[in-house]
């Protein structure tokens, strides 16, 4: 009889398992983190939807913090404009006392800065440079702001009001 009890105990404890695993459940009725299919609530700060912007327009966005976005070039005034050869005109809308965007988009070589303090961030070859950009003007940067005329790779959008 106690052989019979610890079987059917053992049965019902497999059953059991079975159960809980093709529901998304622990043992302890709690949800499978690796079976729950919502999103984390942690934020990454990586860019939405980064790998089609890329593969739509060659401009690599990385991390920011929100506070400078992406945005139609027609869309409102007052946008940070970017230039770059073989690639066109970026604009991005910056919000808030302070942004950070970084990216990466070859062939820079011209920015018109906003009402915001603006520094872009670049690298050319190994060597990483920096450009304040001046308020609601244009700035000359990468290859037409370098004596060699070398390619700069623009990195990071920084931003302050």
């Not at 610890?6 to 809980?20: C, D, E, I, T």
């Not at 949800?31 to 729950?36: F, G, I, N």
Request: proline share 3%; net charge neutral.
């Amino acid at each position: 009889m106690k052989a019979t009890s610890r079987l059917l105990a053992a049965g019902a404890a497999a059953a059991a398992a079975v159960l809980l695993a093709g529901t998304g459940a622990t043992a302890a009725g709690q949800p499978d983190q690796a079976a729950s299919s919502e999103p984390s609530g942690v934020e990454d700060f990586n860019y939405p939807q980064a790998d089609k912007i890329f593969k739509e327009t060659g401009l690599l966005l990385k991390r920011g913090d929100g506070h400078i976005v992406l945005a139609d070039c027609d869309s409102a005034p007052g946008l940070v404009e970017v230039f770059a050869r073989d690639k066109g005109k970026f604009c991005f809308r910056v919000t808030g006392k302070q942004g950070y965007l970084s990216m990466e988009l070859d062939r820079v070589y011209a920015i018109r800065g906003n009402d915001f303090a603006l520094r872009a961030n670049m690298k050319v070859k190994e060597r990483s440079v920096s450009f304040d950009v001046a308020k609601n003007t244009w700035t000359a940067v990468g290859e037409t702001a370098d004596p060699n005329n070398r390619d700069h790779t623009l990195l990071e959008l920084i931003t302050t009001k």
